[in-house]
């Protein structure tokens, strides 16, 4: 959990249970033995089986839509954060920024899609979001969208987000610092939890992507 920031509204109450539900289903699932099958990873968290991401409807910073069909047929992270964070999505977008030139010298980056999806939709406008994505890699996939969507891929990929009742025109917005993987079959494999490594996640990613 991570995070301060400014002016906005609360999220509902529903959508606080329901992030913590999915909060606690990711725990519980963390605590399941590990499967064996697959190749021996460094940094990534598995998951005791791959589970299907939920269908949902964002929109990318470029204004087209991002939903489960687009995660068919290629690898991908998703990173959950907002431009106004102060340090845990700068660093995590640094680290993610060194992973995606690693793939890129290994011919592959192409083929491994990382997502920064906001989730503080009322500030990071798609320009604004852009720009952001931008600074740290231009071929960064930056989306967001309402809450309820918002909901649906985080409580899938088992991460949480809690934006805090405002006060004098200020509020926060805690959320997971994980790095969720996703599967060419659109399924959850596992996440690449902090203190990341950046030269142990792109290992994993090319260990995964390549042809077997």
Same mark, same amino acid.
Request: with cysteine; glycine share 8%.
């Given at each position: ?18 992030? $913590? ?14 499967? $064996? ?47 106004? %964070?102060?340090?845990? %999505? ?5 680290? =993610?920024?060194?992973?995606? $030139? ?63 009742? $405002? ?37 994993? =990613? ?7």
């Amino acid at each position: 959990m991570n995070t301060r920031h400014n002016p906005g509204r609360a999220l509902p109450t529903v959508l606080i249970l329901v992030a $913590a539900f999915a909060a606690g289903l990711g725990l519980w699932l963390l605590s399941q033995p590990f499967t $064996a099958a697959g190749p021996e990873m460094k940094a990534l968290t598995r998951y005791p089986a791959p589970r299907a991401v939920a269908d949902f409807q964002l929109t990318r910073s470029d204004g087209k839509p991002l939903s489960r069909a687009d995660l068919q047929g290629h690898w991908s992270l998703f990173f959950f954060g907002f431009t106004h %964070c102060p340090d845990i %999505c700068p660093n995590t977008l640094g680290v =993610l920024k060194q992973v995606r $030139a690693q793939l890129a010298q290994a011919g592959v980056a192409d083929s491994i899609a990382i997502h920064f999806v906001s989730v503080d939709p009322q500030r990071d406008q798609p320009d604004v979001l852009g720009r952001y994505a931008s600074f740290y890699d231009p071929g960064f996939v930056a989306a967001t969208g309402n809450d309820e969507e918002l909901t649906k891929l985080t409580r899938s990929l088992g991460v949480l987000y809690v934006r805090e009742p $405002a006060k004098d025109g200020q509020y926060n917005v805690d959320h997971s610092a994980s790095v969720a993987l996703v599967d060419p079959q659109a399924r959850l494999v596992g996440l690449f939890r902090p203190p990341l490594d950046a030269a142990a996640i792109g290992a994993d =990613l090319l260990t995964l992507a390549k042809p077997r």
